[in-house]
């Protein structure tokens, strides 16, 4: 009989600990994204290959990132002022894990050199679209959805040094696209449900209200989130987007903005030759989510965009956490420890 309660014990603690410890033990390995930029050029827009002065790798990974600890960079937006380019982009950094806005800057748009971090918030902060108002002075509208509303920066001394101006919009907006046209401004953004609103405005600075036609995309994962910049191809809009059907940032789509009036809008997807999106090798084997495409004097396109390339890392932190929390979860069950304590009736 004691042998049997003992293998029966000894059964008990080897199925408590496999509960405790096996879960912890597999949450050690993560997967961490990797997300760098690189360089492309084409005819079109809609025709992007890897720029052949660059070739298939990036130009601005985390390592170049000298003055925080970065996790990975990402959503480059550039912009050509006094003859050379500077590119803005999120910094993911270690430790906070929240976004925050560096700069580099290039004379040929192929050979970056980084800069340094110019914009740090207490919440995370992505997606730095520059944006030139009709005075030609340059302002920032990032992703802030961490802090409840859409807020507007100004340059006070581009690219190093940025003001806050007001907030335009409460709520939570997820890379939120600005743009000029028909002498008004229009703006996407995303909320929670993968649906596309659209807002129009006088003036950058507002008031921003809502297009009767708003949601634009309703709950598609495929269209409903901004990849980049609007551009102009042949005197017709288009927007890029972020396809997320098959995995966060997997690819991108195109679409031509077909309609656009105060109460109208209408779009139709437009191909991307050659695709753009998890190249399954180098560095944006995992995927792509971003292009700023910008047009040259010889008519042909300059891009800027980024790839991931995910790895598996151990994190043992991640591990005794789960470890934690599964013991925790044990003690506090009906028939845990905690229970054992009770008193006796």
């Known amino acids: 009989m004691r042998a049997l309660w003992f293998w029966a014990g000894a059964l008990a603690l080897a199925l408590a600990i496999s509960r405790l410890f096996w879960p912890a033990f597999t949450a050690c390995f993560q997967t961490r994204d990797n997300w760098a930029i690189s360089v492309y050029r084409g005819r079109r827009p809609f025709q992007l290959e890897p720029h052949p002065d660059v070739g298939n790798r990036p130009v601005v990974t985390a390592s170049d990132v000298t003055d925080a600890q970065a996790e990975f960079v990402a959503d480059p937006f550039m912009i050509r002022r006094d003859g050379r380019w500077l590119m803005m982009f999120e910094v993911m950094e270690r430790g906070r894990w929240a976004g925050s806005f560096a700069y580099a800057e290039s004379d040929n748009g192929t050979t970056w050199k980084y800069g340094r971090v110019v914009l740090r918030e207490p919440f995370h902060l992505s997606y730095p679209q520059i944006i030139e108002d009709d005075d030609g002075e340059l302002y920032l509208i990032p992703e802030s959805a961490q802090a409840g509303s859409l807020r507007l920066y100004h340059a006070a001394h581009f690219p190093e040094s940025w003001v806050f101006v007001a907030e335009l919009l ?23 449900s993968h649906s596309l609103h659209l807002f129009v405005a006088p003036t950058l600075r507002g008031p921003w209200r809502e297009h009767p036609a708003s949601p634009v995309v309703k709950e598609c994962r495929r269209s409903g989130r901004c990849g980049g910049k609007v551009v102009r191809v042949d005197g017709v809009l288009h927007r890029f987007a972020q396809d997320g059907r098959f995995g966060y940032g997997r690819e991108i789509s195109a679409y031509r903005i077909d309609r656009l009036t105060a109460a109208d809008y209408a779009e139709t997807e437009v191909a991307l030759d050659p695709p753009l999106g998890a190249s399954d090798t180098g560095w944006n084997s995992c995927g792509m989510h971003h292009v700023d495409a910008h047009l040259l004097e010889d008519g042909s396109w300059l891009a800027v965009v980024d790839g991931n390339r995910q790895a598996k890392v151990f994190n043992w932190r991640a591990g005794a956490r789960e470890c934690q929390r599964k013991l925790t979860a044990m003690l506090r069950s009906p028939g845990g420890a905690a229970a054992s304590r009770a008193p006796l009736s």
């Open 170 to 192: 409460p709520g939570q907006h997820r890379d939120a696209t600005v743009f000029r046209d028909g002498g008004s401004w229009w703006m996407y953004s995303t909320d929670s």
